[in-house]
Structures are given as structure tokens and as C-alpha cells.
């Protein structure tokens, strides 16, 4: 890809996904195919170009192909109950090393109608041994966790953090422990929202790489407290 060139999400796309949402039958997705394949191709160019301008920074991205990170839009036939939609109403890449099936934290793309669009990043569903490390990682070094997240990049883009918590500290953790107000978070993930007008018309590379940079310290924290085992 010419840097000097922008890349833009296909026009189509959120009227495409929009009608999914209306008409979510085989019949209809078979009518929009050949757009679904030129809106499809598309994505997978821009998870492909992400994916190359990430690993510029961090060799740990550098293997990753778009299939490794991208969601189908076929929603699990397996689990489908009767009159449950057939298809997805948005595209999702999650880009993390290990790519969308990996428990390590990561970089997520969610494109949607109607403003639902976001780039967020963190851990979804950490392993009991993976939130246990990170809550021992915060419990030690919960200062340094919070001057990330008030820097003023990451604040633009990101926000005030509202997370809901714990009603007790969790198990191996005290009332007293430092930093129990970050321990007992349920979750850490974050969201960038972005609105339909900024998704289709302004570059969309650029939109998440903007985002990238602003939370890139604060996803290296949390790497590097998933994967530190605490001191006995």
C-alpha cells in the first residue's frame, strides 16, 4: 500500500451490515453475495495493512495473516436455536499475537451500523492463572498502571475507564491490599468509539493506529502482567 494513499472502508459496508440485521435469511445473504465478496475483500485488506503497520512496532504481530484474526460473519450453526440470526450484523478483527483465539491481550476492530463502531483493546476472558497474575501485577504496581491510563493521547481517545467491580476482594487478595480498587475490576477491556461519518470517510488505517499508539503502553503493562508470575 502507497502511504500517501488513504485506505477507506468500502461505501457500502454499514448499509450492508444493516441490512443483514433487517433481513437475516439465507435467501437475502445469497441476493447481496457478490457485494458481501467486494465488501469482504476490502475488509481483509485493511486487517492485512493493520496488521503490517502494527508489526512495525511490535515483531510479536508480524506473523499474523488476516484469517488468523478476522471473524466469520456465519454465526456457529451449531449453537443456533430456532429463529436465532444466521448471520452477524458487523465485521470483528481481533489483532493479537496468537491471533483471535489467543488469551494473550490484544488489539480488537469492531465495525457496526449506527455508530457501534469502536477500536478497543485488553483481555477478553483471561484464564484464572492469567487475572490472577495481572491482579498480583496491579497489587505492586498500580501507580504506574494509573499514570498510563490518565496521559492525555489515551485519555482523548479512550476515556474515563468505567469498569464495574467486585463486591468483596477476590480470593487470595485482603481488604488492605494496594491497589484494590483496580484488583477488584471485573474486566480490562477498553473501547474507542468511532463514529459511521469518520469510518467511511476519513482514512481508516490511520483512525486505529491513532487509537494503537494511545493505548500501546498500557497493553504492554498488561502483557507484561499476564505473563509475570507473582513471588511466592
Known sequence: ????TPMKLHHATLE??????EHNSRTFFATARPLYDEIWENVNEI????????AKIDSDYADLKPKDCLFRIYRDARRLQEGDPIY????????APGGKKSQLPGFYLHIQW??????GGGIYRPSSEQLYNLRCYLREHGQEYKKLVSKKDFKKFFGEIEWTSLTRPPRWFKPYDHHLDLIMKKQHLIYSPISDKDLLEKDIIKLCMERFHAAKERMDFMMTGVLTKPHK
Open 114 to 119: 449506527d455508530g457501534q463502531s469502536f477500536f
Open 88 to 95: 452477524k450484523s458487523n465485521f470483528g478483527m481481533a489483532i
Open 47 to 54: 486487517c492485512q495493512v493493520l496488521i503490517d503497520e502494527i
Open 1 to 4: 500500500m502507497n502511504k500517501t
Open 16 to 21: 450492508f451490515l444493516k441490512a443483514i440485521n
